[in-house]
């Protein structure tokens, strides 16, 4: 009879009345014993509650359960070789009973898979890193807020106000140019300059949507203002700017080759890391700058959140943020600076710059994307 009723009241409770029994129980073995047991806190918790934890206990509670779940699987569109094994190694070596397991792709095969694993109930992803990849896995309910004592040291654009997000690195939009085809005294200088007829047929750029042309129209629309910007657009469509498929990087690297003497829309740290190793290039801002956000936060089902939130936080901590400054990527966090301290604002070369919000991307970036396709290929 006993054993009946036992299982009649399992069927009726639910997973968060589980987890509600097992913290009483807890209370009151505590109340009991004298002291609450971190171990204790832990147990029958919610990603959820792992994600948003801010006790005292909060660090010792993350490393035994992160022993238990022993490793951490992470999502990213960071280039592997550069940046995510020297993470994946720092982590490793702080917290040696966790491995890092990881795939790599653009933001939309991220967030495609992703959801594809959800629909099928698959939960395998503990963290989600990406320009627009977050913002795109949060709008189909797949994210989890969470607390990390190091955002606090962040500023407002960099982290979400809603706590699905923080950021690993900055995005630096700006010009590419071959030093041996431009002289200085014809650079240019601002993004009028680039209407000149010196540059008709004279320039490149990507395609890309996270990375070229669109991001560019959406700088100047977002800057600008949508009637003086479409203005200035139509003006520069007449300048016959070479497009390609190719990726930011490779566009660099034709310019580099002398294929063009300009490349519009380049990352600013690929150019000082060719230069750097000998190539005949160097950037120039156009004032705003147009900033992308390398996001990352918690997948909403995170099978090891323990371990994820351990790997949130060394991301984000300066320690984690050191290891993005030596790997040539420009850290997020105010404190630790580029290797070479101009390519980020107020180090000497650009002041303003115009952080895109992933939500903004995410809003209007097909906006973007069909003003490009539209106007540019047609």
Same mark, same amino acid.
């Not at 896995?137 to 706590?163: C, I, T």
């Not at 070479?340 to 995410?362: M, T």
């Given at each position: 009879?006993?054993?009946?009723?036992?299982?009649?009241?399992?069927? !009726? !409770? +639910? %997973?968060?009345?589980?987890?509600?029994?097992?913290?009483?129980?807890?209370?009151?073995?505590?109340?009991?014993?004298?002291?609450?047991?971190?171990?204790?806190?832990?147990?029958?918790?919610?990603?959820?509650?792992?994600?948003? !934890?801010?006790?005292?206990?909060?660090? &010792?509670?993350?490393?035994?359960?992160? &022993?238990?779940?022993?490793?951490?699987?992470?999502?990213?569109?960071?280039?592997?070789?550069?940046?995510?094994?020297?993470?994946?190694?720092?982590?490793?070596?702080?917290?040696?009973?966790?491995?890092?397991?990881?795939?790599?792709?653009?933001?939309? /095969?991220?967030?495609?898979?992703?959801?594809?694993?959800?629909?099928?109930?698959?939960?395998?992803?503990?963290?989600?890193?990406?320009?627009?990849?977050?913002?795109?896995?949060?709008?189909?309910?797949? #994210?989890?807020?969470?607390?990390?004592?190091?955002?606090?040291?962040?500023?407002?654009?960099?982290?979400?106000?809603?706590?699905?997000?923080?950021?690993?690195?900055?995005?630096?939009?700006?010009?590419?140019? /071959?030093?041996?085809?431009?002289?200085? /005294?014809?650079?240019?200088? +601002?993004?009028?300059?680039?209407?000149?007829?010196?540059?008709?047929?004279? !320039? #490149?750029?990507?395609?890309?949507?996270?990375?070229? %042309?669109?991001?560019?129209?959406?700088?100047?629309?977002?800057?600008?203002?949508?009637?003086?910007?479409?203005? =200035?657009?139509? &003006?520069?469509?007449?300048q016959n700017i070479a497009k390609s498929t190719a990726s930011a990087r490779q566009i660099l690297d034709l310019v580099i080759a002398g294929e063009y003497p300009l490349a519009v829309?380049?990352?600013?740290?690929?150019? =000082?890391?060719?230069?750097?190793?000998?190539? *005949?290039?160097?950037?120039?801002?156009?004032?705003?700058? +147009?900033? +992308?956000?390398?996001?990352?936060?918690?997948?909403?089902?995170?099978?090891?959140?323990?371990?994820? #939130?351990?790997?949130?936080?060394?991301?984000?901590? &300066?320690?984690?943020?050191?290891?993005?400054?030596?790997? /040539?990527?420009?850290?997020?966090?105010?404190?630790?600076?580029?290797?070479?301290?101009?390519?980020? *604002?107020?180090?000497?070369?650009?002041?303003?710059?115009? =952080?895109?919000?992933?939500?903004?991307?995410?809003?209007?970036?097909?906006?973007?994307?069909?003003?490009?396709?539209?106007?540019?290929?047609?």
């Open positions: 009879m006993g054993r009946l009723f036992s299982e009649s009241i399992s069927k !009726m !409770m +639910t %997973a968060s009345t589980y987890r509600l029994v097992a913290r009483c129980f807890c209370w009151l073995l505590a109340a009991t014993l004298g002291a609450l047991s971190f171990t204790c806190l832990s147990w029958g918790a919610s990603v959820e509650d792992v994600a948003l !934890m801010k006790s005292a206990e909060r660090q &010792k509670i993350l490393i035994e359960g992160a &022993k238990k779940e022993g490793k951490v699987s992470f999502y990213t569109g960071l280039i592997v070789d550069q940046v995510v094994r020297p993470l994946k190694e720092g982590f490793e070596k702080e917290y040696p009973f966790v491995q890092v397991d990881f795939f790599r792709g653009n933001s939309e /095969n991220i967030a495609r898979r992703v959801l594809t694993e959800y629909q099928a109930k698959r939960y395998d992803v503990d963290v989600v890193s990406g320009s627009a990849a977050t913002s795109m896995v949060q709008r189909a309910g797949f #994210m989890q807020r969470f607390y990390s004592p190091h955002l606090a040291e962040y500023p407002a654009e960099l982290k979400d106000a809603k706590g699905f997000w923080g950021s690993t690195n900055i995005y630096f939009m700006t010009l590419g140019y /071959n030093t041996r085809s431009v002289k200085p /005294n014809e650079l240019p200088k +601002t993004y009028e300059d680039l209407l000149q007829p010196r540059w008709r047929g004279q !320039m #490149m750029w990507s395609t890309s949507r996270g990375s070229g %042309a669109p991001q560019f129209i959406g700088n100047i629309l977002l800057t600008m203002g949508q009637e003086a910007g479409k203005a =200035y657009l139509q &003006k520069l469509k007449g829309q380049i990352f600013n740290h690929h150019a =000082y890391i060719s230069k750097s190793a000998g190539a *005949p290039v160097e950037w120039q801002p156009l004032e705003p700058v +147009t900033a +992308t956000i390398n996001t990352i936060g918690l997948a909403k089902n995170s099978p090891r959140p323990h371990a994820a #939130m351990l790997f949130l936080d060394f991301l984000l901590s &300066k320690k984690g943020q050191k290891i993005v400054q030596l790997s /040539n990527y420009l850290p997020s966090h105010p404190e630790i600076p580029a290797l070479q301290a101009d390519l980020k *604002p107020g180090g000497g070369r650009f002041k303003k710059a115009n =952080y895109i919000n992933p939500d903004v991307l995410y809003d209007q970036g097909n906006d973007w994307v069909d003003y490009f396709q539209n106007q540019f290929l047609k």
